[in-house]
């Protein structure tokens, strides 16, 4: 499905903000990205208005919009809400993954390899797919776009976080609790499984 010109425009602000091009000191001007983006005022101020929903942008009127300040409070806090949300729903729909599930959670799973991530971005994107996948397999389409908007939090956060220093930890952070979890599902072990979902949480 082609992406429309507001996803692409939200899309590129946020690439901005993870490859550090916008920080908490930029003021984020509507008409600069109309110039930069080369469209219209229109796309431009729906994606404004959608990162400010989604609290990744705040306005100041007449002035522009700055970023949320993301800080390891921030991040600990939305790792503390998926403690909670994730665990609980894979508990809860445990008994219903099928096997055309259990499959398509399986493709998403990476391999956890240093040479593969060389920037937050991409470990980020890789492995958020497994919890997409698996949150999808619950077919409620509520909890699927809400982890959605918490995880671009989290990606965003994680992002700005680590960015500078992301060569320092990058090793603690190739845990791959993803062929654990699976396995568990594969096996019946709900509470294995749930425990392993925990863990996985607890190391982004």
């Known amino acids: ?28 001007s509507e008409n600069e990205l109309v110039q930069s983006l080369g469209v219209s005022r ?15 942008l705040y306005s100041i009127p007449r002035f522009g919009y700055k970023l949320k300040i993301a800080d390891h409070k921030y991040l600990e806090e939305i790792i503390q809400f998926r403690l909670i949300m994730e665990p609980a729903y894979l508990e809860k729909f445990f008994d219903k993954l099928t096997e055309v599930d259990i499959q398509s959670i399986e493709e998403k799973i990476v391999t956890m390899n240093k040479d593969e991530f060389s920037t937050p971005s991409e470990y980020w994107e890789k492995t958020s797919r497994f919890h997409i996948e698996l949150a999808y397999s619950y077919r409620d389409q509520y ?20 960015w500078n220093n992301w060569s320092s930890v990058v ?12 396995k568990a ?5 709900k509470e294995e499984a749930v425990n392993m979902l925990k863990k996985d949480i607890r190391s982004f």
């Open 185 to 189: 599902i594969k096996a019946g072990n």
């Open 1 to 28: 499905m082609n992406k429309t010109l507001n996803q692409k425009v939200y899309e590129t602000i946020i690439d901005s903000i993870i490859t550090g091009k916008f920080d908490q000191s930029t003021v984020i």
């Open 42 to 56: 229109s796309p431009v101020r729906e994606a404004l208005v959608r990162l400010c929903n989604n609290d990744i």
């Open 171 to 182: 090793d603690s952070k190739l845990i791959n609790n993803h062929l654990e979890i699976l």
């Open 143 to 162: 909890f699927y776009d809400m982890l959605k908007q918490v995880l671009d939090k989290q990606w965003i956060t994680f992002s700005m976080l680590y």
